[in-house]
Structures are given as structure tokens and as C-alpha cells.
């Protein structure tokens, strides 16, 4: 008999998506606070954010301004709690990529303000989830703290999310597809039927990510693109919610974790690095249980992530190794006592995984399988 609790956050308490959600989720943020914190960041993102703040301002919302300088960071935090409190803001709204939100989600949930996400890229499903990654100045993931509550109000807005670039959506396609290959493995022998049926969720995902992945960054306006969009940013933190923290992350996510530890020639984005890590979180499978399947599912993600253009190896996610002391120190961190490398039901050290890494990054498929195989492993 199981006799354990467990308190989860599933989903936002309320999301609304389609083509015009903005229009319709604007009086729902009137609902809700009248003088939100409206937080974002890039460069490339700010006309579309002045334009959702004009929006609001002309329904009668009172917007207090803030941008971050870096990715959901101490430095940047401290400075926005302040102008919160300075400000008296009743909420916080966060439009942008992965790290806006979950610098805005941080921020609400440590003033317990609601918090109201609208994702302008596919690239996580950070506008869902009730987690937030905290990284350096430089970009190095320091710990993921987990909140009190998902946001408050998901407002997912195609017709925004589609003016992202497509290395934002191949990227959390990559992300998204890390669901299965890590749930599945860490979970295989879970009695848990909610925790099943997430891994089952992810298995369905993953699926439709490789029918629909390319042909939906080929065409932004097909059924395909919103089935991957929302596949990417809205399944994937609802998999996590129903599976809770054991359906979350392994191996990839702390390849991840460990390599941004590491300096790079350019930036890599979150799921490029999830993507190389679902690659060597295989190679492990498959050098420590002679899994066969693995080798055919590494070959064949391989392949789809060369379709999506997206990167396969160290050079091309922009780590430059100079010394093999460098790859140690980012396994070592890999391999860390909390890290969520230990949830694969084997033992993985840092030899093990710098072994993989290489042979991953060396390892490049002759022969490209036909596109739209679905493997089964
Ligand atoms: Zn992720």
C-alpha cells in the first residue's frame, strides 16, 4: 500500500490558446491585477511586447516596466523584487522565452503575486510549469527551485508564438522530445498509474513531434506547426504536472545542466543542449545495458535532429574544448549529488558520462534513415 502524499501543480489555473487569445485573455488579466510588473527581455521581442503593453494600457491596466539583462539570474532578481515592492505591483505578467517566464514565475511566487505567463516562442514549456531554473551571470545553470503554484493565466497566442524564429521552435521540439526519453527510462518500473499514463503522454508526444516536427517548420500556418507549438509548450509541462517530479528529468537535462557550465563560442539555446543531451543520455543506455534499441533510437533522433537543423555535436552547440579538464569539471557538475542524472535506474559517474559525451560528439550516422520512420523502443 502506497502511503505517501503527493501535492502537485498539474497546470495553470487557466490557459487560453488560439490564433486571438491575446484579445480574449486581456479581460481576463483585468480579472486579475490592475497594475502588473510586465517583465520580457530580448531585443528582438520588445515591439511586440510595447504593443501588448499599449493593449493593456488602454483597457485601463497600470504596467510598471522591467527587462532582464540576463537569463533568470540573482543579480537581475534582486533588482526586479525591489522595483515590485517599490512599486506596489499586484501581479506580474511574463512574455518572452524560457527564462523570461520563469524569472517572472520566481518573481511572483517569492512575493506571492499571480503570475501570468504569454510565451512569444515554442522553445519550453516554461509558461506552464511550476519550476524555475536559476542560472549565472554567464548563463551556467546554478539549481531549479520549484514553486508554490503554475502561473495563474497561460495566455498561448499563436499568432505571437509564430513570429519566433524556427530555432526557437526546433529547439523545444528537441526539449519536448527529451520527455519521453527521460520519463520513460527514470519511470520504467513505476507502479504509479498517474505517473504511467504521463510516461504514456510522453510517448504520444514524442510521436507526433516526429510526424508533425518538419513539416511544421516548414509551414508556420499548418495544423502541423499547432500541434508541434503546443506540443512543445503546453503537453510537456502538463506531463510533468501529472507525473510530478520523478516524470521530469535524467540525464539529459543534467548533460544540459553540466555543459552550460562550459564557455561558448555562441549561445546555445536550452533544448539544443537537451537535444545533444538525449543523444549521450542514449549512447549511456546503450554502452551500460548493450541496449540495442538505444543505438537505433539514437541513430534515428540523430536524423531528425539534423532535419530540424539542429545540433548534433560540441562544435555546433558552440563549445570549443580546449582541454579535456574542461569536459571533467562540466560532468563533474553533471554528476552532482542532486542531479537528476541519478534518477536513470543505473549508476552513471563522471567517467561514464565524459566517455559518452565524446563518443557522442564524434559518433555521426553514415547513412541518413528515410524521414517519418517512428521507431520503437
Ligand atoms: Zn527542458
Redesign the pocket.
Known sequence: MQNTNFLQNISPERVIRGESAWEEGKSLIQSICKKPLFLGRSHSTSKLRSMLEKDLINIGINIVHAELEYDCCDVDLNRIYQLCKDCSCDGIIASGGGKVLDAGKLIANNLNLPCITVPLSAS?CAGWTALANIYSKKGAFIKDQTLNNCPKLLIFDYSLVRKAPNRLLASGIA?AL?KWYEASLSNAGSNDALVQQAVQMARVLRDQLLIDGFNALQNPYSSSWIRVAESCSLTAGLIGGVGGAKCRTAAA?AVHNGLTQLDFTQKAL??EL?GFGILVQLRIEEKLLGNQLALQAKNQLITLLKELNLPTNLKSLGINLTTKKELEMACIFSCRDDSDIHNLPFKVDKETLMEAILETDRIEIEKISPRGTIFNC
Open positions: 519550453t526539449d527529451a537535462h536550452h533544448g537537451v
